[in-house]
C-alpha cells in the first residue's frame, strides 16, 4: 500500500528498539488523528560476501522476506493502539536513511528507534538518527528509554532563534495533546555569561513563551535558566520527562546543533524520546 499524505512514518528492522518506535509512534498518530505507515528497509546490494552470494536470487529474496516479517510485526505490535486509524505498510530495498529521509517530504513525522538489527544497525553511532535529523523534511522522534512515556514534561530548548519559535510550537501543541506540562529551558554557556547576561536571558525566555498561553490555556508552563552547556542542560532536564524537543540549528548555545553537540548528544544519551525539528539550508 502506499504512504499516506501527512501520515507518520516508523522506520522497522525486527528490533526491540524499532518496535517500540512503532508502538510510541502509534500513540502519536492516535493523539494527532493521523494515519501510521510502517517502512521496513533492507540493504541491498549487500557488501563484504562473494560476489556470487551477493548476486544471488535466493539472498535478495530472503532479505525481503526478513522486512515483510519485520513490517507484519510491527503491524501486529501496534493494534492496541491503532483503532479508528489507518495503518499501511511498505517494503523497500536501500539505504534506511535515503529512504527516510525521501518519505519524510510528504511524512507529518518519521519515527525511528534508538538500537537496531539489520538495515538500521549502528543507529547509535549516527548513521540513520544524525542524516535524518541533519536532512529530513520533518519532524524527526528518536524513541529512547525503556519507561511508557505516559506522564512527566515535555522539555523544550529555546534559544530565540526562529527555529527555536518551531520547536516551541511543536512543544506547546505535543503538551496540549498529552496533558502535561512545558518545561521551557535556556542554556547560559561560557564565562562571558554573568549575571546581568541572565537577567537577558530569562527576559529572552519570557518573551519568546508570550502569548503561547493565551493559544494553550490548559497548559502548565515552568522556564528555567541556567549556567551549563545546552546538551547538559538538556539531558538534566529531560530526566523523568515524556519528551524532548530540539531544533538542529540556532544561535547563541545552540549554534551548531546539525553538527555535533547538542542534538547528537540528546539523540545518543536523552533518557527518553527525542524531537528534532530541522532548520532550513542556508548553503
Same mark, same amino acid.
Request: net charge negative.
Given at each position: ?96 536513511? @535515503?529512504?527516510?529521509? !525521501?518519505?519524510?517530504?510528504? %511524512?507529518?513525522?518519521? +519515527?525511528?528507534?534508538? #538500537? $537496531?538489527? *539489520?538495515? &538500521? ?5 549516527? @548513521?540513520?538518527?544524525? !542524516?535524518?535529523?541533519?536532512? %529530513?523534511?520533518?519532524? +524527526?522522534?528518536?524513541? #529512547? $528509554?525503556? *519507561?511508557? &512515556? ?134
Amino acid at each position: 500500500m502506499t504512504m499516506l499524505e501527512r501520515a507518520i512514518v516508523v522506520g522497522v528492522d525486527g528490533s526491540t528498539s524499532a518496535i517500540r518506535a512503532a508502538e510510541w509512534a502509534a500513540a502519536e498518530a492516535v493523539r494527532r488523528k493521523s494515519a501510521l505507515h510502517i517502512v521496513a528497509v533492507y540493504v541491498w546490494p549487500v557488501t563484504g560476501y562473494p560476489e556470487a552470494l551477493v548476486a544471488s536470487h535466493q539472498l535478495h529474496e530472503a532479505l525481503r522476506e526478513n522486512a515483510h516479517d519485520w513490517a507484519r510485526r510491527a503491524r501486529e505490535a501496534v493494534l492496541d493502539h491503532a483503532e479508528g486509524m489507518r495503518v499501511t505498510d511498505e517494503v523497500v530495498a536501500g539505504s534506511p536513511a @535515503s529512504v527516510l529521509i !525521501a518519505r519524510s517530504g510528504s %511524512a507529518s513525522m518519521v +519515527v525511528v528507534g534508538s #538500537r $537496531g538489527l *539489520g538495515g &538500521f544497525s549502528g543507529l547509535l553511532l549516527g @548513521s540513520t538518527a544524525v !542524516a535524518l535529523a541533519a536532512h %529530513a523534511d520533518c519532524p +524527526v522522534a528518536v524513541v #529512547r $528509554g525503556d *519507561g511508557e &512515556f505516559d506522564s512527566g514534561p515535555v522539555v523544550v530548548g529555546v534559544d530565540g532563534s526562529p527555529l527555536s519559535e518551531r520547536a516551541i510550537a511543536f512543544a506547546f501543541e505535543e503538551a496540549a495533546a498529552r496533558g502535561a506540562e512545558l518545561r521551557a529551558v535556556l542554556a547560559c554557556y561560557g564565562s562571558q555569561y554573568l549575571d546581568t547576561y541572565v537577567d537577558e536571558a530569562q527576559e529572552l525566555l519570557a518573551r519568546r513563551l508570550a502569548g503561547w498561553g493565551e493559544k494553550y490555556p490548559d497548559v502548565m508552563v515552568t522556564r528555567k535558566v541556567t549556567r551549563s552547556s545546552p546538551a547538559k542542560m538538556l539531558l538534566k532536564q529531560s530526566e523523568g520527562a515524556q519528551l524532548v524537543v530540539v531544533g538542529s540549528r540556532g544561535r547563541g548555545g545552540f549554534t551548531g546543533l546539525t553538527m555535533g553537540s547538542t542534538s547528537q548528544a540528546m539523540i545518543h544519551h536523552a533518557p527518553c524520546p527525542v524531537v528534532v525539528l530541522r532548520g532550513q539550508d542556508t548553503d
